[in-house]
């Protein structure tokens, strides 16, 4: 069978390292859509995902934006969830013991209010043990009415990373948003804050209305689109950060199957994260990781690894 994990970490380009996370394999829940992760219990063993990313913490409770906070559209889903969850002493107590030792990795998503707060759930996090990641979310789209404050200044991302970083050993993943002009300045200026791997796309800005009622489809009017419609453009700014900056990515936006993930990992990505799919299809990991198994054994590729970066772009 085809290797989706590499026995021997030093010969080649890893497909289950990023930065100095070790995975089981490439393929992690994406972040908010598998909700803490004992969600997915039922559908899929929380070990066989290359990690459980959890749905983004934020220090104090928050309710959450107002309904309606989904919308359908032709293409992709609209979102507009507004961050809600209990806040991070919650999940450290209730949730954490529960979740640690059940997943063959654990990252877990989180955004301050302001740039200082990020370290401090950070330093937080790692006192609390059992959490084997950090995704740093500076790019959620559904607050301060989709003003991105930490997302789209390198100067702003560059000085929340480091902050981060001073406070915590633990590996860090900054998760980018598409919602800006040039994503690769955005992953230097984490690379050099000392992120340790980037992950994008978050979900692009969009709107719905019902020009009959003239009422939007999300309550906060704009929100963020996922699924299918978003693949072309996460893989074009994928393939820009992986061929300008030198650090691991991990790649989101639209996957459904097996090739969709192997598309990432050929423009670069190290990794790749699914999300949307799993309100249709709760065990997607798992259906992935056999499609990938299957469709390099027809290719005849003995290893996943001699996909990644295998793009050949004119
Ligand atoms: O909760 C949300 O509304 C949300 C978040 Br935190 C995010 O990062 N991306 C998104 O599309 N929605």
Redesign the pocket.
Known sequence: MPQLHTPDPTTGPPADRVGPLRLKNPVMTA??TAGLGLELEPFVDLAEPGAIVV??LTRKPRR??PMP?LCETPSGLL??????NKGLDHFIENVLPRLAGRCSCLIVNI?GTCTGEFGEMAAQLDRAGGVDALEL?I????VEGGDLPFSRDPSVVYRLVSDVRAATKLPVIT?LSPNVSDIAAIARASKEGGTDAVSLI??LLGMAVDWRSGRPGLGTTI??L?GPAVKPVALRMVWEVCRTVDVPVIGIGGIRDADDALEFLCVGASAVQVGTSHYRTPDVIPRVLAGMRERLLAAGRADVRSVIGSVRAG
Do not use: V, Y
Not at 139 to 142: A, I
């Open positions: 972040s908010g749905k983004t959450g934006n906070r979102n507009s969830i507004g961050l809600p955004a979310n790019s959620c789209p559904n998760k978050n979900t929100g963020g996922s």
